[in-house]
């Protein structure tokens, strides 16, 4: 006999199956098998086809096949031409169905759904992170949103939790002291979003700030009069943009978040 082969066989990619096996395999020392992987199954004809191959070359087979009518033929022509035939995940949804009176979706391919989405979310926090507080203006062009406010509005928080929706988010901070980078005037202005805040409001929020890092709430970032000289400043950047405005006074991360979400979703 030959060099043992398994033949994988999904109406997917085939990844889950082939891990399974392969780690199955590495329980065996000086193994030497051969996988090969038949994906994407849509019909009855190819699942036969597999099983009279696995018979011709003595071989095994592993499946995950989220059809139970696939599954149930599979199973039984494997039978009827005497070859071993595994059901990886077929038990599993099976017993979470019967335990949990849940209903499967039966749809091949979800888990690479849920990783796509995933990779697109730690792709969306990776570009918060790069793009955070101005720190390189080349973001504000390639976001998906771009926050805009004078600093302690909660852009870096938002950008974060709007990262997790898997929206690509820069933050530029406006300080009358820095011209805005041109950037900002470049970018669709439907893309940008001012943070506004009452003056009251935002001297309470700086002053905590200070007394949390142990400096006195005195200090110019929470004069009311440097305050002001801000907003003015920010009110009239957001107007040269031309872009929405949110008050973010007396709202939380969350509210304000769903907020810029609804939006988006309603000029889409």
């Given amino acids: 006999m030959g060099k043992p082969i398994v033949y994988v066989v999904s109406d997917s990619v085939g990844e889950t199956a082939e891990l399974v096996v ?21 019909d009855k004809a190819t ?10 070359h003595e071989a095994m087979i592993g499946f995950t096949l989220v059809i ?11 039978k009827a ?7 990886i995940i077929g038990p599993f949804i099976d017993q979470i169905e019967k335990q949990y009176g849940k209903k499967p979706r039966l749809e091949p391919g979800l888990v690479h759904k849920l990783d796509e989405d995933y990779f697109k979310r730690v792709e969306a926090i990776e570009f918060a992170v790069k793009y955070d507080d101005g720190r390189d203006p080349r973001g504000i062009l390639k976001a998906d949103v771009v926050l ?24 530029v901070p406006i300080v009358p002291e820095v ?19 009452s003056a009251e409001k935002l001297n309470d929020i700086r002053k905590e700030r200070l007394k ?21 400043h920010f009110n009239s950047v957001v107007d040269r943009i031309n872009c929405d ?24």
């Fill in 47 to 56: 699942l036969k086809e597999a099983v009279l191959q696995a018979r011709d």
């Fill in 245 to 268: 405005v949110i008050d973010v006074s007396n709202k939380a991360v969350e509210e304000t978040a769903n907020t810029i979400l609804n939006r988006i979703h309603s000029k889409s």
């Fill in 22 to 42: 392969k780690a199955s395999i590495s329980q065996f020392n000086n193994s030497n098998f051969e996988i090969q992987r038949i994906p994407y199954i849509e």
């Fill in 148 to 171: 805009i406010g004078v600093s302690r509005t909660s852009k870096t928080p938002l950008s974060q939790y709007l990262a997790h929706k898997r929206l690509k988010v820069a933050n």
């Fill in 68 to 78: 139970p009518e696939f599954r149930e033929y599979l199973l039984q022509e494997a």
């Fill in 81 to 87: 031409h005497g070859v071993t035939a595994i059901d």
């Fill in 179 to 197: 011209d805005p980078p041109e950037e900002l005037f470049k970018v669709n202005p439907s893309k940008c979003i001012g943070l506004k805040i």
């Fill in 212 to 232: 949390a890092l142990g400096l006195d709430d005195q200090a110019t970032y929470a004069n009311m009069e440097r305050i002001h000289h801000e907003l003015e």
